[in-house]
Structures are given as C-alpha cells and as structure tokens.
C-alpha cells in the first residue's frame, strides 16, 4: 500500500468475483468470503461481492449471510466504476469477461485457468496449474489459508475414522461409489461419515452413517484418519490437519494434478479395479500405519503466506496504458512476482506493469555505475566516443530538416547526461540546450561546457515552457518514461512544424526479443516502461502530429545468434549487414518530422 493511501482516512473499496455455477460447488465462493473477513479484518478497506442475478439461488443467499452484510452483495456494477482492486476467482473464464472487468481497475485472478488466463494483469496460482499452462505472476501454495484448521494429534490403529467430503454438489457422485465400496466391504459404519454440501440434493442412506451437513470443515478433520476428496483445497486441508488424504478425481485434469503434487488417487470417477482388492486389505486391516504405507502421499504443504496482506499491496499500483490510458490489453506477454507486460489492444504499445516500489535514482551515480558496469568505463572518461556517435545521429537529424533560415537554429536534449551530444550539437553550429533529472550532471553542462541546461522531473516539470525547438531528441530516455502519452505530447509543443523529433531506445522486435522473448522482458530494466517495436509506430507518433521519417537498425550483435562466430571476420560483417537490414538490432534509432501542431485538433 502506497503512502498516500496509508496515510488517508478514505476506505478503499475492493471488489471480489467468484464464480458460483452449481455444478462447481461452493469452493470459489468459501475462500472470497473467507478473504473478504480477512481483509476487512486487518486493513481499512470496503469489500463487496459480485454475483450475476441469474446465477443466484437460496443456497447461496444463505451461505452468503453466514460471514457478509447483504449490502455487500452486488448484482450490478456501473460501467463508469472504479475499483481499488477486483480480485476475481474462477475456474476459467473467457475473454470477453477477462475486458470487461479490466475495464472497472487493476485485476488479479486467482487459479484462472481459461482465456482470461493470458489477459488479467497478475495472476496467482494458490492450487497447481498443469504445466501446459502459461506461468503465473505467483505460484504460492503457502496462500492456501491452512493455519486455522484443528489439528489431529494422535491416530490408533484398530479404528479407522474415514470422512467423506466432495465438494458443495459432487455432480460426479463420487461419494456414493466410495460409500457403496466402503459398505461392500462391510467396513463398520459406526467408523465413517459423510458431508453434503450445500448443493448436494441426491438422498444418501447407509444404516448407522453418519451424514453432516452445514458443518465447519475446518473443525472436524481433527475427528479422522482418513478423507475421501478430491483433488483440490480440501486435499491439502485434510494433509494440514494430520489427516491421510486418498482421491478419487471427477476428471482426468484433476487427476493429472494429483499425480504432479503427490497425491494418492483411485483413479477418476470410478476406484480403479486393480484398486479393488488391495483397497479392500488396507481398509479391512483398520491400521492407519499400514494404510500410510500401501498408499504414499509425497505432497508437501509450503510455509503459510497471508493473501490478504499481499492483495493490499497490489492497490498501490495503477496501470493503464501509458500511450491511451486504455485497460484493455490483447495478452500479457510475460509474468513475474515482480512485473507484467501487457500488449495493449487499443494502440499496440508493448509496456511494464510494476508490482514493487521503483528504487532507481537518475543521479551521477547511476550515470556512472550503470555505465561502467556495461562499458568498462565510465561516462565521463567515454565522453569524446559518445560525442562521436553523436556527430552521426546528428548527420541524420540535420539532414531531415526541411526548413532553413537564417537565424541559428536550436536543439533540445531531453536526458542530456554528462553533454556529449549538446556538444556535438554546438560543434555543428547549433544552439543548444539541454534537460536532466540529475543535478550534478546539469552542473556539469553549465560549468564545464557551457551550455544552457536545467534540472527537471521532466514532464512533470517542463523547462524551457515557453520556447520552441528545432530538433528534440532523446537518446535513450524516452522508455523511462512512465507517462509517455504526456511526453509526446510536450514533445511536440517543443517542436517547431517541420522541426525533427529524434530518439533511441531497445528494440521489443529485434534480434533478441525474437530469440527468445521472455529473457528479453526479464532482461529489461525495470524502469523501462515502455517497449517500442516498428509495429505499430508510424501510427504512434501520426497520434502526436509527428510522420516517421527513418528507422536506423543499432545493437546488432550476431554473435548473439551465432555464439562461436569469429568477430570482425569477412562472416561476421556479413551477417551483420544483413541483420542491419532486417531489423534484427537489440536497439534503434527512430527519426519523425512535426506536420502538425496538437492544439489545431
């Protein structure tokens, strides 16, 4: 949670979506409201919970009075309506449902297993996914909420307790293929019982067992040796609770997960029949120490983790697209714990989502260390080559300028470092200026070389408000950026018409992002919100009055491709010829003339 909301006396309002569809019991439903208690237990927050009116029914009504006011129960949400957060638990949803809550604030989804999987801007696996499955922002068994379940202590062998319990509806009437097994084998019925969930309508009758309903599954495992389940929350519950978890899975994906976590199943829907008479000796011995045995449980639970503290966290962070501000995205590329990158669908732009505080300072330090960590060098002592590279950009610049007077015409530097390319600039006659956040730096340009330049938080700060350029650029720069939309935007109030906006930065198409796109997203800083790609760019900067005049392909690399190739041999100029004219650089260069003034809209 961000400052500004701790320190605010305002209940921020979270809403929560599970999917109540009977034939999926009631196992999304418990753990939101489980999750709302939590919340509004620890933090200052207004929690709500969405139901469609068409899938309401009195069962749930009842269930839902149980642990929340009524008042918080919604049927409808406005379209104009924003959330703090929406914490969204489905078993799959589908893309269109995935937009339209995106739509409404930040969104995680808890074990989203359909379309909405590759469109919800973080993602928490709490039970495992098959491995087919796109990865998670977070796979974390530890946020199963298992520390409140009564533990057994003590099993005796010579009276085996065994617990029935399949869900809220068990559609696939797996208790009673067990149930019938357990009473074909006359295991005494003083010695098992069974739950019915809240959907659970089929009568059930096997003289002297007992049959639970409304009960507190937390409660009473510490009463068994064994629980009958399937794959799902109740089988690591049982695990907590000391208990010896055997499945039988509705499915052949339940049972696939089963067997990936350790677990001990039967097999799906039916007790397999080579099962049968091995099942029958386990049972019929009444000793648990043998039933461990004969039927080995390798799942381990993980260190308890609270949801509800993480969830807070994830309020601080907003993120729209920095181009049109749009929350509709056409698939998150990439996932860590840490960050996200979304694909926006409304204009294209590839972008970070941040989930941790930014802890980069733009400082001499980080002039220095960061370059001498990728140089060799630092800034300074690589000046005069920096100022070389320079010169050539700006060959380039100059050359796409179409307008010439008279009077001396005037450059810009947004991100201007150390100077090398104000001075390159005022070396080919041009008057220069220049803009950094770092206040040593700035110091420098002004004592030292002797140009005009200030310190700003550029564009939140903009210098030189008043006055109008011939040429901006930014050379690397423009992906720091949180706020693109604002920087084009000054970027051209800066510019004169026909004046040239120029600027550098990582390639989200080149060479390695095309090897392999997911080391490239890791790879990237995380103050690099923003990643450009010669998809989509024409009509980026058409947005903002400019026309794409040149791309210049930079960062080629071939090694990078052909590890043992001999660098500066006749193959590897070759190949990077070719890779220059295929695009296939880690960085380029992008060079556009102003055509129109924005306020002419």
Request: glycine letters at 6%; hydrophobic letters at 40%; a neutral charge.
């Amino acid at each position: 949670m961000d400052e500004e909301q701790s320190l605010s006396n305002e209940f921020i309002e979270i809403l929560f979506v599970p999917q109540v569809r009977a034939n999926l019991g009631f196992g999304h439903l418990r753990r939101i409201l489980a999750l709302m208690r939590d919340m509004e237990q620890f933090f200052r927050v207004k929690t709500f919970i969405y139901i469609e009116k068409e899938y309401f029914y009195q069962e749930l009504g009842a269930e839902i009075a149980q642990h929340i006011l009524m008042e918080q129960l919604l049927h409808q949400v406005p379209k104009e309506k924003r959330w703090s957060l929406i914490v969204l638990d489905y078993f799959q949803s589908d893309a269109s449902f995935a937009h339209q809550w995106r739509e409404h604030g930040l969104v995680v989804a808890l074990d989203e297993g359909g379309a909405g999987r590759t469109i919800y801007p973080y993602l928490i696996d709490i039970l495992p996914r098959c491995k087919s499955h796109s990865l998670a922002n977070e796979d974390e068994r530890g946020y199963l909420r298992l520390n409140h379940i009564r533990r057994k202590t003590h099993h005796s062998d010579g009276e085996l307790r065994i617990l029935l319990t399949f869900g809220g509806s068990d559609q696939a009437k797996m208790t009673e293929v067990v149930g019938n097994f357990l009473a074909s084998i006359n295991f005494p019925s003083k010695q098992w019982s069974v739950v019915k969930g809240p959907l659970f309508k089929r009568t059930i009758a096997w003289p002297g067992v007992k049959v639970m309903e409304h009960v507190d599954m937390a409660e009473i495992y510490q009463d068994f040796d064994i629980v009958f389940t399937h794959f799902g929350i109740t089988a690591y519950e049982a695990l907590a609770a000391g208990c010896w978890p055997i499945l039988l899975n509705p499915t052949q994906y339940h049972e696939d997960l089963a067997t990936q976590e350790g677990f001990f199943s039967l097999g799906v829907k039916e007790i397999s029949k080579k099962r049968h008479p091995w099942l029958k000796r386990c049972l019929q011995s009444n000793s648990y120490t043998q039933v461990m045995q004969a039927m080995p449980v390798s799942a381990r639970l993980m260190p308890p983790r609270s949801l509800a503290v993480r969830l807070m966290e994830l309020t601080a962070y907003k993120h729209a697209c920095p181009v049109c501000d749009s929350n509709k995205v056409s698939s998150i590329l990439y996932r860590t714990q840490r960050k996200s990158y979304a694909e926006c669908a409304g204009c294209g732009m590839l972008y970070l989502m941040l989930f941790v505080r930014k802890a980069v300072t733009y400082d001499a330090t980080y002039f220095d260390d960061s370059y001498r960590k990728q140089y060799g060098k630092s800034y300074l002592e690589d000046f005069e080559y920096i100022k070389k590279m320079g010169m050539l950009r700006l060959k380039r610049v100059m050359r796409y300028h179409s307008v010439r007077g008279e009077s001396q015409m005037s450059l810009l530097d947004i991100g201007c470092a150390y100077g090398p390319f104000l001075q390159a600039g005022a070396d080919a006659g041009l008057q220069v200026y220049g803009v950094d956040t770092a206040k040593e730096v700035v110091d420098y340009v002004v004592n030292e070389l002797g140009f005009s330049a200030q310190v700003a938080n550029f564009p939140q700060e903009l210098p030189y408000a008043h006055q109008r350029f011939d040429f901006v650029t930014m050379w690397y720069v423009i992906e720091h950026f949180e706020q693109l939309d604002v920087v084009m935007r000054q970027v051209n109030r800066y510019l004169n018409v026909g004046g040239i906006f120029a600027f550098s930065t990582p390639k989200g198409d080149g060479l390695s992002a095309k090897k392999d796109l997911s080391a490239f997203l890791e790879a990237s800083p995380d103050d690099h919100y923003t990643i450009f790609r010669k998809v989509g760019l024409r009509a980026l900067l058409q947005r903002y009055g400019l026309e794409l005049l040149h791309i210049e392909t930079t960062g080629v690399h071939v090694q990078r491709k052909y590890a043992k190739i001999v660098l500066g041999s006749w193959q590897e100029r070759l190949l990077k010829r070719l890779f220059t004219l295929r695009g296939l650089g880690d960085t380029f260069e992008i060079y556009a003339r102003k055509k129109r003034d924005l306020d002419d809209e």
